[in-house]
C-alpha cells in the first residue's frame, strides 16, 4: 500500500509558476513509477507527466512539454511537478498516482494509488 498527499497548489496568474509536491508513505516508495494527472471540471481526468522508479525516464502530455518539469527525491519519498509559464487551460485538480510497477505509465489505468488531489487555479 501506498499513500500520497499532494500540495503546493494555489491561485495564480497566466505565465506565473508553481511546484506541486507529492509526498508518500507506505510500501517501498522507490521501486514505484509515478505520475502526475489533472482533472479539470466536467472533464475527464488526464495524463501530465510520468517518471519511472529511478527518476531516468520521463513522458509528458503535449499540451505541458516543455513547460513542465517531472522529478522525484527517493530518499524524501517525494515526487514534484514544476509547472512554468502556466496558462488558464492548466486549471485543474491535480493528482499524484503511483504505478505497482517501475516504468512511466501514460494511462491512468496503470496507477493503483492515488492522491486526493490539489486545485491550480490560474487566471488571465
Known amino acids: 500500500q501506498v499513500q500520497l498527499v499532494e500540495s503546493g497548489g494555489g491561485l495564480v496568474q497566466a505565465g506565473d509558476s508553481l511546484r506541486l509536491s507529492c509526498s508518500a508513505s507506505?510500501?517501498?516508495?522507490?521501486?514505484?513509477?509515478m505520475g502526475w494527472f489533472r482533472q479539470a471540471p466536467g472533464k475527464e481526468r488526464d495524463f501530465v507527466a510520468a517518471i519511472n522508479w529511478r527518476g531516468g525516464s520521463t513522458i509528458y502530455a503535449d499540451s505541458v512539454k516543455g513547460r513542465f518539469t517531472i522529478s522525484r527525491d527517493n530518499d524524501k519519498n517525494m515526487v514534484f511537478l514544476q509547472m512554468n509559464g502556466l496558462k488558464p487551460e492548466d486549471t485543474a485538480v491535480y493528482y499524484c498516482a503511483a504505478t505497482p510497477g517501475v516504468g512511466v505509465l501514460a494511462s491512468s489505468r496503470g496507477y493503483g494509488y492515488w492522491g486526493q488531489g490539489t486545485q491550480v487555479t490560474v487566471s488571465i
Open positions: 507506505g510500501r517501498a516508495f522507490s521501486r514505484n513509477g
